[in-house]
């Protein structure tokens, strides 16, 4: 057997990331999520506390119904699991899927 050895603990990855858009997980930024977890090879799944999604089915990410504040487990397994986390880490708090913050931060930005 040739090639680079991958260890489980190498190809598994997670983080918890909060919904801080205003508006929550609606239509367009689960979209942009699934465009984003669909440029990775591994296999990513989200959950809140009640529901286990693939990350890269739009259907089933709507199922999540995040609004403001909602937290999120994200996990990949795979090559570029680890890519694919921060990726989405940057999409999700970072960029706030582009979208006005909600609480306290978006109140003052509106204001």
């Given at each position: 057997m040739s090639g680079e050895n991958i260890t489980l603990a190498e190809a598994l990855h997670e983080i918890e990331v909060e919904i801080k858009n205003a508006d929550g997980l609606h239509m367009r930024p689960a979209m942009q999520f699934v465009d984003v977890a669909g440029k990775f090879d591994c296999d990513i799944k989200v959950s809140n506390a009640d529901t286990e999604v693939d990350a890269k089915?739009?259907?089933q990410m709507t199922m999540l119904?995040?609004?403001c504040g909602t937290r999120l487990r994200i996990w990949a397994e795979g090559s570029d699991a680890k890519e694919a986390i921060a990726a989405l880490h940057n999409l999700v708090e970072v960029k706030?899927?582009?979208?006005?913050p909600g609480g306290?931060?978006?109140?003052a930005k509106k204001g």
């Open positions: 089915s739009i259907m119904a995040a609004t706030m899927f582009d979208e006005t306290a931060a978006g109140r």
